[in-house]
């Protein structure tokens, strides 16, 4: 069994910061990219962020320059770090990493971890 778990969500006024964490624990060889997505009320799940293993980042346009990503591979965590957030940022944010297990790759998804940003 592999699990992602996420933390550090919660509510947050305009201008603030939240940094989330997603911990990949379980049966697991290696962890490829990491990724973080967002789904808002009534809206599509959409990329946010990824992080590659070498530590290389994509981010969406309406994220970029406010958030960062991050990863520790030793502990298989992947960070979002959330800064002067903005009330169109509130959506459940959910954390998907592929791992690869015993023979072939997987899509691991977690949770969701509520954020929201209060004007």
């Known amino acids: 069994q592999v699990q992602l778990v996420e933390s550090g969500g919660g509510l947050v006024q305009t201008g603030g910061s939240l940094r989330l964490s997603c911990v990949a624990s379980?049966?697991?060889?290696?962890?490829?990219?990491m990724r973080w997505y967002r789904q808002a009320p009534g809206k599509q799940r959409e990329l946010v962020a990824a992080?590659?293993?070498?530590?290389?980042?994509v981010y969406a346009d309406p994220v970029k320059g406010r958030f960062t990503a991050s990863r520790d591979n030793a502990k298989n965590t992947v960070y979002l770090q959330m800064n002067s957030l903005k009330p169109e940022d509130t959506a459940v944010y959910y954390c998907?990493?592929?791992?690869?297990?015993?023979?072939?790759?997987?899509?691991?998804w977690g949770q969701g971890t509520q954020v929201t940003v209060s004007s």
């Open positions: 998907n990493a592929e791992i690869f297990r015993t023979t072939r790759w997987v899509d691991f």
């Open positions: 379980g049966s697991i060889v290696r962890v490829n990219v």
């Open positions: 992080v590659t293993v070498a530590g290389r980042t």
